[in-house]
Structure formats: structure tokens, C-alpha cells
């Protein structure tokens, strides 16, 4: 019975996405056909045709290149400031905290039309500097509230213990707490560069030009312009896909455990 | 790259905020070694700026300050080239506040908060409650569960309204087994269509839901489960006195961000809809709204006030989800930062 629950469930949440994979080794003739079919034969030529074109590597590559940049920026950032805010006795060390978890609240839809006039007074239109800097900063706060507690964790004889064997704090910080602080670390930026790769509305407002256009841009433009080839959409769609999925079947276990200590600090 | 570009840009800034929010920018060049003689306290606080400086800056510029900027664009009519000069006062946010767009916007929104809440919150426990039973493939249903959250919204609006359109999948489905008198227009007819958004969203954000419901489980100790299974009883008792109980702080926060993240709804309705069908077809949002008539009807003094409001509502829900609801969760955490 549990089987056959977790079997059902599995299969709701599977089918739409095996929809598009398996959609994309048809011809538009047997989706027209049959919509909800299964390719007869499997054809190889719309995920050919999508893999040869330069458009998808570049759009590729664009979605690359601000995923992992967020990804960077985010870690390092979020580790240096939860690390203050985990492990330092301030005045104003509560203000800061919760200037950072009010962020939770000013998602990028309230503040999205005046980043846009931002970003171009910059000169950073068109430009994938123009969504990596704002997509770090509205990332550290998630990052900061699930790194802070595990940084809090690391037992305080440990910090004594280097401290006598003439570790500075800043020693200790990058001798230790950084190893020590990886899951945390992993979940964090897993998430981030999730959030990065699938990133829809600021890469609509900065990015106009085809050729700085990341992939979920380009997706939508894809299926706008090829609008009748169904099935060459549906390939499309699913290799821009893949990294994201690849990525978090990786690291799954990072993500749930990663979830765990948030949820319980 | 942009840790360097943090630091350098620490160094420029004028010494102040240590009284005003705490500790963000001290009043310090970068530490070196030769400010020894100060004492340790000096170099705490060094330590503390070089270390959060390059992250609150950055939050401050890209996060921070854009919302204000948000209030203050939204008293002017303005279309977004040089500096604003037309000063309207309140007028567009009377404007929002007759437009009945925005009124059938603001339902679509309250619906769409309420039918999630009731959609996913008992079916996830129910799902996390099975999956956390011993079974084989667990890890793998995990991580099978989760796959429409990792997908990018673009891929889910893109795929879904190939296969909700009427000569889609899902259409066909239900004519191969043999339930044609259910077919209809699930993007285009009115009634269904909000609908149609709502099976979307479940099918999209359950899998979070059940992960961190998991998660709550999983921190739950074995033995009081023991304890009570020992002590006689029985499955559904253990479950309701202890298990949801304990599960109650991760569902309040589920619930904040489930409620927090309709309100805000934007990109499936958007890809699926597109601009101007999403108000014919009674799925528009407070933001595609935002989106459709600020930035590209060219009117941005007119979108930030839209923009405020949103965040206005949002915020007052917020708060007084806050104050309600997750106060006994939080009481600890901040008694612990208040500590001096």
C-alpha cells in the first residue's frame, strides 16, 4: 500500500518532465497525431538539431557562467558574514541579523523595477555582471540564516584549543571553520546556483539581446519562435534542463541534511 | 571576483554605522598587524568589518536600497529616463487602488495563498509521514519528489502549456481513458484556468514541501517514538500527539514561505499566460500586473507604486504572521541574540 502511494506520487511528479524529455525523441507528426503518445520510432533528430546550434551553447554558457559566478560570490560572502554573526560578541549583532533575515521578505519582485534603473545607471545592461551582483545580494540571506547555526555548532573549545596553539581568529576562521562549515557551505550554494540556473524575471528585465540571453530566456524565446515545431521545443526544453538536475541529484543528500540543521537551529 | 571588489570598496566607505545598525561598516581601514597597540577590541571590530563589510554592502546596494528607491519613484510619474521631476503625490496609488484590474489581481493572489495552504500542507505531511517509514528506494523517491522544484519555472510554464493547451497531452489523456466529457480549455476558459494555475503550482512546490516536512521528521528523536510505542500506543496516537506536535515549528515556517512566495507569484503565470491573456483568462497577479503595467507600459513611476504595494501587503501578512504565529518559535533564537 505505501508502495503503491509513494509509487503513484512519484509517477505525478515524474510524468511531466518525462512528458517533455521523452516528447522531444518524437516528430511533430506523432505529436500531432497522438499527444499523448509514445515515440514511434524514437527520432534523434530534434535533440541533433538543438545540440548543434550555436544559440543553445552560447545561452548555455551565459547561464553557466552567472550560475557559478553567483555561486562564488554567494558562499564566500554568506561564510565571512555568518561567521561574524555566528561566532562574534558586537553591539548591533542582533540588528544585523535581522537586517539580513528581513531580506527574506524583500523578494526580487518589489524591488525588481528600481534594480532595472540600477543596473543600467551602472552600464551594466545587457551585461552578465548585471544579474550576477544583484542575484548575490538578494541570495545572502537565505544563505546567511541556514549558515549561521551551523557555524554556531562548532564547539567552543575548538576555537580555544587554536587559540592557544597561536591562532589568530581570522587563523582559525580560515583553518577551521571553513572545512568545518562544508555541508553548510554545499547546501547553500547548491541552492544558489539552482536558483541562479532557473532565474526568470531579472535576466527579463536586464538582458534584451538574444545573445546574452540564459537559458530560460532562451527557452521561451525558443518555444515563441519555433512555436509549430512542438517537438523541437520539447528538446529544447529539457537539455537546458539538465545541469540543474544533475547538479542536485549530486548533491541531494547535501540539500536535505542542509535542511535539517536550518530547520532546527 | 566580487569578494576582492567587496573589499575594495570597504575600504572607501565613511566611517559610521557602528552605532546606527550594528556593526556592518566599523569605523576601520583594512587590519593590518601594526594596529596592534590598540588592543584586541580594535581588531575584533576590523575582523567584524572585513568580514560582513563586503556582504552588507552588497545587500544594502542591490536589495536594500533599490526598495526605497521603490517608495520614492512611486510618488512620481515618471517614464524611467533622467531623474523624476513629476511629482504626483498619492495619485498612483489611488490610481492602483480604483483599477479594477488590480482588484480581480488581488483576489487571483488571496486564492491563490489560501488554496495552497489547503492544497499541499495536508497532502505533503500525509506524503512526508509515509516516506519516512522504513521502505526501499526512499533515497531515491527523494530525490524523484523533488525534481519539479528544481526545475526551472520557464520549464514547467513551458511544458505544461504545451500539454494543457486543447490539442495537448492532457486532453488527449483523458480521451484515451476515456473521459472526454472532462475535456476542456484549461488556459483559456476563465473558470478553469485559475484552476489549471493551482494544479501547476501544487505539482510544482509540494516536493519542497514533503522535503522539509522530512526533515522536521527526521529531527524528531527515535526514542520518544520508542517511549510511546512501548507504552502502548498506537500508529495514528504516536502520530497526532507526538509527531505533528513536534512537526509544528517546520510547518509554520512552510506555511510563511508558501504564503510569502503566492503572494509574490509571478513567472508561471507570466510564461504560461504571457502579458496579455493573463487578465482575460482571471490568473493575473499582483506582479505580472507590477510587470504589465509599469515596465512595459513604460509608466515606472506608476510600477514602483504598485511594487510598494505589494510589498505593503506582504509585509503587514508577514508581520502579523509573525506576531501570531511564529512567535513561540522564534522567542528563542532572539533571547539568544540579545544576549550582550
Known amino acids: ?265 | 571576483m566580487s569578494d576582492s571588489l567587496g573589499e575594495n570598496t570597504l575600504t572607501k566607505t565613511s566611517p559610521e554605522g557602528r552605532s546606527r545598525s550594528g556593526g556592518g561598516a566599523v569605523t576601520a581601514p583594512p587590519p593590518v598587524r601594526r594596529g596592534r597597540r590598540k588592543g584586541p577590541d580594535w581588531r575584533k571590530h576590523a575582523e567584524i568589518a572585513l568580514l560582513s563589510g563586503p556582504a552588507v554592502l552588497m545587500f544594502l546596494a542591490f536589495v536594500i536600497f533599490p526598495v526605497i528607491m521603490a517608495a520614492y519613484y512611486g510618488f512620481y510619474r515618471w517614464k524611467g529616463f533622467g531623474p523624476p521631476t513629476e511629482f504626483v503625490g498619492f495619485d498612483n496609488y489611488l490610481a492602483i487602488f480604483r483599477d479594477s484590474t488590480f482588484h480581480d489581481a488581488l483576489l487571483h493572489n488571496g486564492f491563490i495563498v489560501v488554496m495552497s495552504l489547503v492544497l499541499q500542507g495536508p497532502a505533503a505531511i500525509a506524503l512526508a509521514l509515509l516516506l519516512n517509514q522504513r521502505m526501499r528506494g526512499r533515497s531515491l523517491v527523494r530525490v524523484l519528489i523533488f525534481v519539479p522544484y528544481v526545475v526551472s519555472e520557464v520549464i514547467v510554464g513551458t511544458g505544461w502549456s504545451l500539454m494543457l493547451r486543447t490539442t495537448g497531452a492532457f486532453n488527449a489523456l483523458l480521451e484515451n481513458i476515456g473521459l472526454e466529457s472532462l475535456q476542456v480549455d484549461w488556459l483559456a476558459n476563465p473558470d478553469v484556468a485559475l484552476w489549471s494555475l493551482m494544479m501547476i503550482i501544487t505539482w510544482k512546490y509540494i516536493g519542497f514541501a514533503v522535503i522539509l516536512f522530512l526533515a522536521g521528521l527526521q529531527s524528531i528523536p527515535e526514542e520518544l517514538f520508542e517511549a510511546a510505542a512501548i507504552d502502548g500506543a498506537s500508529y495514528w496516537q504516536i502520530q497526532r500527539r507526538i509527531t505533528l506536535p513536534l512537526l509544528g515549528p517546520t510547518i509554520r515556517i512552510w506555511a510563511f514561505l508558501s504564503i510569502i512566495g503566492s503572494m509574490q507569484l509571478f513567472d508561471l503565470v507570466y510564461i504560461i499566460w504571457g502579458q496579455y491573456v493573463a487578465a482575460t483568462a482571471g490568473t493575473s497577479t499582483m506582479a505580472t500586473y507590477m510587470v504589465v503595467n509599469g515596465r512595459n507600459a513604460g509608466n515606472y513611476g506608476f510600477g514602483n507604486a504598485v511594487a510598494v504595494v505589494l510589498f505593503l501587503i506582504s509585509l503587514v501578512v508577514a508581520l502579523v504572521y509573525q506576531r501570531y504565529v511564529l512567535r513561540r518559535d522564534t522567542e528563542g533564537a532572539l533571547t539568544e541574540g540579545k544576549k550582550k
Open chain 1, 1 to 265: 500500500m505505501t508502495y503503491l502511494i509513494a509509487f503513484f506520487f512519484v509517477g505525478i511528479c515524474i510524468g511531466p518532465v518525462a512528458y517533455i524529455v521523452i516528447g522531444g525523441f518524437r516528430s511533430n507528426s506523432q505529436i500531432i497525431r497522438d499527444p499523448a503518445g509514445f515515440p514511434s520510432p524514437w527520432e534523434g533528430t530534434n535533440y541533433l538539431s538543438v545540440l548543434q546550434s550555436e544559440i543553445f551553447w552560447r545561452q548555455m554558457g551565459n547561464s553557466a557562467i552567472s550560475a557559478l559566478a553567483t555561486t562564488a560570490g554567494v558562499v564566500v560572502l554568506g561564510v565571512m558574514a555568518s561567521y561574524v554573526l555566528a561566532r562574534y560578541e558586537f553591539k548591533g549583532r542582533t540588528a544585523l541579523y535581522s537586517l539580513f533575515a528581513a531580506g527574506l521578505m524583500f523578494p526580487m519582485t518589489v524591488a525588481i523595477t528600481p534594480l532595472y534603473i540600477l543596473v543600467r545607471e551602472l552600464g551594466l545592461m545587457n551585461s552578465l555582471p548585471g544579474i550576477i551582483l544583484p542575484q548575490i545580494a538578494f541570495a545572502l540571506p537565505t544563505t546567511i540564516i541556514i549558515l549561521v547555526p551551523f557555524l554556531r555548532a562548532i564547539p567552543k573549545e575548538l576555537e580555544e584549543a587554536a587559540a592557544i596553539d597561536g591562532a589568530s581568529r581570522l587563523g582559525f576562521f580560515f583553518r577551521m571553520v571553513v572545512p568545518l562549515s562544508l555541508p553548510g557551505v554545499i547546501t547553500t550554494g547548491i541552492l544558489a546556483f539552482i536558483a541562479s540556473w532557473n532565474s526568470y524575471m531579472l535576466p527579463l528585465f536586464i538582458l534584451n539581446d538574444e545573445t546574452a540571453y540564459t537559458l530560460p530566456l532562451g527557452v521561451q524565446a525558443f518555444a515563441a519562435q519555433y512555436s509549430v515545431d512542438t517537438a523541437r521545443v520539447l528538446a529544447f526544453t529539457s537539455l537546458s534542463m539538465i545541469p540543474a538536475l544533475i547538479f542536485f541529484s549530486l548533491f541531494e543528500r547535501r540539500i536535505v541534511g542542509g535542511l535539517t540543521g536550518a530547520v532546527k537551529g
